[in-house]
């Protein structure tokens, strides 16, 4: 089982190279928080991933209390939960908000240029929606922002090219493009994160520190191969091969929670994503993920997400229906409400 590939899938990423931006020192541009920029955007969603890779250039990404990373070409620095963040090549130069500059140009953004007469930066700015939900354990376990050298991976090169490629076919109003850069966003998000896995051995307790351990890794590939089996801890004890307390102190240890109790909200992550489906009814995605009464997975997904299944499968069905079409590099970004 690809555990980070199911992990992905729950979290229904759509996304588009948004923004081909150039900046010439001095510069600096504030970036409002996901949910905000979601209201001002052409997306569906209410929650919104945020990346931005330098094709060309150097810059400062800034978020949080004084936290920040210098970027070089083939850097690409990723905010999961879409924190408010700050871009700049250094001193010199008062902030601008990215509103500011994107506003003027909806729908129809084309290359942003903006700055001093100095060196130029450019970057690709990717915005990926998120379906509205709670407690992913993926998201859960992300810092607010993690940077990846494209230049150490080994698809680097390609990816950098790929995303060339999809900046050229919307400019140039190709048929298909819209597609082609939802897919290479995604792609980058992707490559991001496994560069930010392989080089941070050390997380906190949360899934992704569990997923790189052998005998916990085997363990939460268990419960995603098979969600609905009817799983209590003796059971994945044998299949892993160690005693109960062993692996419920471990599992503990690594991911922060119980195996059991991980497995109840990863069911509720596996329903929102069935229930957007349209072949899928509530009694079927009831039984997809192991529950025995539908009044009980009633009450626990609207505990979860605070709407009943079928009322979060007619709205996620209908988002999917009135989708708008996206752009890349010249005005609208895929999204999935």
Known sequence: MDVLSDVLRGLRLEGALFLHA?????????????????????????????????????????WGEGQGLPMRPGDVVVLPRGEPHCLASGVGAGAVSLQHLVAPRLPDLTRIRYGGPGDRTRLVCGWLALERGHGHPLLDALPSAFLTSLAQRPC??????SVLYALDESAQGRPGADLVGARVAEALFVEALRGHLDGHPDHPPGWTMGSQDPQIGRCLSLLHGQPARAWDLASLAHEVGVSRSVLAARFQQLVGMAPMHYLARWRLVLAARLLGEPRNSVARVCEA???????????????????????WRRRAQRSEAAMPGVGVDAGAASSDD
Not at 26 to 33: E, L, R, T
Not at 156 to 161: D, I, V
């Open 22 to 62: 150039e900046f010439g020192e001095p510069w600096c541009v504030q970036a409002p928080a996901g949910a905000q920029l979601a209201l001002m955007l052409p997306v569906q969603a209410t929650r919104l991933a945020i990346c931005h890779l330098v094709l060309e250039g150097s810059c400062r990404v800034q």
């Open 289 to 311: 993920v192991g529950y025995a009464s539908e009044s009980a997975f009633h009450r626990a997904f609207k505990r979860e997400y605070g709407l009943a299944p079928g009322h």
């Open 156 to 161: 680097g090169g390609w990816l950098t090219q």
